[in-house]
T-cell receptor
């Protein structure tokens, strides 16, 4: 079965420090991967996506992620965070053989402290 | 370009009642998906509609039903509400035929069942 695991439920970090939010997926075949951000009382906004091609994907707000097929990971990174990055981040995956179902991880709350 | 909109924003219902939530797709999008996001969890796929036909369903009982209209707007109906139905309901639209790729989410409807 396809599943997405986010390894940290909360990640506290100081402003201007680097951050990595971890995501692992399980799929036996090709997979498309996404990171979404959710600010309090709002819907989901797409940060970046991996469909094919280069394994290093750049997104909005200075975020990037690297697809690692051998480790079945898609970790999200930012070299220097801002207070405004405080939000919940969701990793999600679609595997083509499972049709049109977007499967989400449980989320990671990023708390940026001054 | 108009984004995905949902109504109402908040809703309070009593156990056993029925509720209808509404979603307007992003302009030009022909596929709508609905998700349930319980507090502290990632969104769970309910179902998807493509050109007015159901095109995939998650692990939700039949009392969760939907419609898509010719203008690609959509409704989610929930009958016989239970306390566990309290959640944020998210609608997402996409352009590619029946696809979950590059979904654009609305702000959600917060349903509270008492």
């Amino acid at each position: 079965a396809q599943s997405v695991t986010q390894l940290d439920s909360q990640v506290p970090v100081f402003e201007e420090a680097p951050v990595e939010l971890r995501c692992n997926y399980s799929s036996s075949v090709s997979v498309y991967l996404f990171w979404y951000v959710q600010y309090p009382n709002q819907g989901l906004q797409l940060l970046l996506k991996y469909l094919s091609g280069s394994t290093l994907v750049k997104g909005i707000n200075g975020f990037e992620a690297e697809f690692n097929k051998s480790q079945t990971s898609f970790h999200l990174r930012k070299p220097s965070v801002h207070i405004s990055d405080t939000a919940e981040y969701f990793c999600a995956a679609v595997a083509m053989e499972y049709g049109n179902k977007l499967v989400f991880g449980a989320g990671t709350i990023l708390r940026v402290k001054s | 370009e108009t984004g995905v909109t949902q109504s109402p924003t908040h809703l309070i219902k009593t156990r056993g009642q029925q509720v209808t939530l509404r979603c307007s797709s992003q302009s030009g999008h022909n596929t709508v998906s609905w998700y349930q996001q319980a507090l502290g969890q990632g969104p769970q796929f309910i179902f998807q509609y493509y050109r007015e036909e159901e095109n995939g369903r998650g692990n939700f009982p039949p009392r969760f039903s939907g419609l898509q209209f010719p203008n690609y707007s959509s409704e989610l109906n929930v009958n016989a509400l239970e306390l566990d139905d309290s959640a944020l309901y998210l609608c997402a639209s996409s352009l590619v035929r029946g696809s979950s790729y590059e979904q654009y989410f609305g702000p959600g409807t917060r349903l509270t069942v008492t």
